[in-house]
């Protein structure tokens, strides 16, 4: 079968960093996607990586190694309105969206 | 806002009522997606439609109708549901369904069948 694995939740505090891991099994692969959720809205975009290595925007960074099935979010200077959920999703080679549970992220001051 | 709209945000409905969900992009994109997303559950794909053609239907049950008039509207026509089916339904949209386009999602209808 077809799976991704990330934490259901995580507690970071403000300023502080956070990585949120991602490792996955599909069949083939053609790229990971990173979303935002924040609750009672839409999941939005945040990051794509195709080869490996490190993607950086602002203050998330998102990594990918295809050899190992793995992937990672870093949020950097964390913030209130970081509180979120974030979805990591897969396209395998069907161009098939694998999507993964979810990790609730909760920001204390 | 993502350019994706749905209609209605709540909705109630009992297991003999028929209803029907719409969304709407205005981003010029060729493919449309339904999900199912329950608490702590992976996001579940309904239906694809790609350049209006329905692409994938992911063993959904029939009491769930897609229909897909043109590249920028999406239904979902719901009759004699169950309460399983209380969930938030979100639609997305994308350039192509057939390349790794990001997807952009709508705010998504929260249901509740009683």
């Known amino acids: 079968g077809q799976n991704i694995d990330q934490p259901t939740e995580m507690t970071a505090t403000e300023g502080a960093i956070v990585q949120i891991n991602c490792t996955y099994q599909?069949?083939?692969?053609?790229?990971l996607f990173w979303y935002q959720q924040h609750a009672g809205e839409a999941p939005t975009f945040l990051s794509y990586?195709?080869l490996d290595g490190l993607e950086e925007k602002g203050r998330f960074s998102s990594f990918l190694s295809r050899s190992k099935g793995y992937s990672y979010l870093l949020l950097k200077e964390l913030q209130m309105k970081d509180s979120a959920s974030y979805l990591c999703a897969v396209w395998n080679s069907n161009y098939q969206l694998i999507w993964g549970a979810g990790t609730k992220l909760i920001i204390k001051p | 806002e993502t350019g994706v709209t749905q209609t209605p945000r709540h909705l109630v409905m009992g297991m003999t009522n028929k209803k029907s969900l719409k969304c709407e992009q205005h981003l010029g994109h060729n493919a449309m997606y339904w999900y199912k997303q329950s608490a702590k559950k992976p996001l579940e794909l309904m239906f694809v439609y790609n350049f209006k053609e329905q692409t994938e239907n992911n063993s959904v049950p029939s009491r769930f109708s897609p229909e897909c008039p043109n590249s920028s509207h999406l239904f979902l026509h719901l009759h004699t549901l169950q309460p399983e089916d209380s969930a938030l339904y979100l639609c997305?949209?994308?350039?192509?369904?057939?390349?790794?386009?990001?997807?952009?999602f709508g705010p998504g209808t929260r249901l509740t069948v009683t």
């Open positions: 599909t069949s083939g692969f053609n790229g």
């Open positions: 997305a949209s994308s350039q192509d369904s057939g390349q790794t386009y990001e997807q952009y």
């Open positions: 990586n195709v």
